[in-house]
């Protein structure tokens, strides 16, 4: 089995990973998200989604049960709540919360 990589190893490849990604890229990934948000907030401070925003959040409404069963497809349900489970107490074991 290989050895995983060093903590030293990871830092630097998300480090030479931001360096190559292209700046219009992540223009591009934040122009598209608040396409999907009013860019003015109401009385309250909220912000709402734009008409293309309420027309992905019905596609995927509509598509979420099959993505999910495409996701789960060969994972038993008990597998799957054990790994939740898993992943939640490395999370906290780190001083992460969990929602």
């Given at each position: 089995m290989p050895?995983?990589?060093?903590?030293q190893g990871v830092r630097h490849d998300r480090s030479s990973l931001?360096?190559?990604q292209h700046p219009e890229?992540?223009?591009f990934a934040l122009n598209r998200t608040?396409?999907?948000i009013r860019p003015t907030r109401d009385a309250q401070d909220r912000l709402w989604l734009s008409e293309e925003?309420?027309?992905a959040?019905?596609?995927?409404a509509r598509n979420a049960p099959a993505i999910r069963a495409a996701f789960h497809e060969g994972i038993d349900d008990?597998?799957?709540v054990t790994t939740v489970k898993v992943l939640q107490r490395l999370i906290r074991n780190a001083g992460g919360t969990v929602a």
């Open positions: 050895e995983p990589p060093s903590a931001r360096r190559r890229a992540r223009s608040w396409g999907l925003g309420e027309q959040h019905v596609a995927l008990a597998d799957y």
